[in-house]
């Protein structure tokens, strides 16, 4: 019977990761969509603009005698221009709530809900044919971070529309179960004697929870990178459209960055202290300088770095989003590197 629910795990996964890589490819389809209907407006809304600025200089100029005219002129052209400005800003504004745009996102999300139903049976059956948790190495962690990493995307729609990250929850999803599946996979196994504790339930759950929410962090940062330069060719004078067009400014993409890294920061707090907590009953010590533990450690030092340097320092712009790249970078090189190829007391892979 556990061989079985194995088998069937292993199924309803390979079908997830499947429709994640269809909805991966829907959501990009639907980026570039944007961002071609998003350019095509402020060609429109330029040339619109430059027409009604001609025609009211030529009326003024037919009005009244040369110097008048020129004077009339001037001041119209004036008036136009910053009318201009305005118009050039307000086609800038991203589109993206406006949902009659295309009608792939839709679609995008159904495909996403639909994968991450399926990945949660998956993972629920890899579970009850182990009889425990299924977060007890390498390849049931990755199942279940990338579970959640999806749901905590899906769940901050209710507080922020962030469907622009489809395309990067649904590719990060679909290579790391792919990666997990070809190089983390091990038969189900009955749990080692200092993982047979509660805490493995509170402390795994929600590192891989703060995943999460750091995931979406790294996301948006990446964002703001190429939207600040994209942003810096506009302002020299440089055409730039493109998808990012479409996109939210890069001082809003790293404000709602500095807010779901907030959130994942407090949960990697809570992670650190939960560890501590189990070491202490699991080994007789809270902190013994494992290399799990100084990594854990060095995550969340970079992350209060990221924090303090933004709210007392002042950092705004491409070096906090950098710092919150890094940030996630040491997240991937701690469950991805520490775990399979340095030995300590965390040595729990199962390869």
């Given amino acids: 019977m556990t061989q079985v629910l194995s088998d069937w795990s292993d199924v309803f996964v390979y079908i997830a990761m499947a429709v994640y890589a269809v909805a991966f490819v829907t959501f990009t389809l ?16 330029s040339a619109a603009g430059a027409t009604a600025r001609n025609r009211e200089l030529v009326g003024a100029a037919l009005a009244g005698g040369s110097s008048a005219a020129s004077d009339a002129g001037i001041t119209v052209a004036k008036r136009n221009d910053a009318g201009s400005g305005v118009s050039a800003n307000r086609s800038a504004e991203p589109m993206w709530k406006d949902s009659k745009s295309t009608k792939l996102l839709p679609v995008a999300m159904v495909l996403t809900v639909a994968a991450w139903v399926l990945h949660l049976v998956g993972d629920v059956l890899r579970g009850i044919a182990a009889a425990r948790v299924p977060w007890a190495n390498m390849y049931e962690f990755w199942l279940t971070a990338t579970l959640l990493i999806v749901a905590v995307f899906l769940l901050v729609q209710l507080w922020q529309d962030l469907r622009f990250l489809g395309a990067f929850i649904t590719g990060f999803t679909t290579l ?17 004697p200092a993982l047979q ?7 795994v759950f929600v590192a891989t929870l703060s995943t999460g929410f750091l995931a979406l962090g790294f996301g948006l940062s990446t964002l703001q990178l190429f939207q600040h330069r994209r942003e810096a060719r506009v302002r020299s004078g440089r055409v730039s459209g493109g998808p990012l067009t479409a996109l939210p400014t890069s001082v809003r993409l790293e ?9 994942g920061f407090i949960l990697w707090t809570f992670t650190l202290v939960a560890g501590a907590i189990w070491a202490e009953r699991a080994w007789g010590r809270p902190w013994g300088w494992d290399t799990k ?15 303090h340097a933004r709210t007392t320092h002042g950092w705004r712009g491409k070096p906090s989003a950098w710092l919150s790249i890094v940030g996630f970078l040491t997240v991937l090189f701690n469950f991805a590197v520490v775990n399979v190829f340095f030995k300590g007391l965390h040595a729990y892979s199962g390869l």
């Fill in 30 to 45: 639907d980026f570039a969509m944007r961002g071609s209907k998003t350019a095509a407006a402020a060609k429109q809304s």
């Fill in 176 to 192: 790391t179960l792919g990666i997990a599946l070809i190089s983390f996979y091990v038969p189900v196994a009955p749990l080692q």
């Fill in 197 to 203: 504790s509660v805490w493995l339930v509170i402390h």
């Fill in 255 to 263: 404000d709602l960055a500095f807010r779901v890294n907030v959130v």
């Fill in 293 to 307: 533990e100084v990594w854990t450690f060095i995550i969340w030092v970079v992350y209060a770095g990221y924090l």
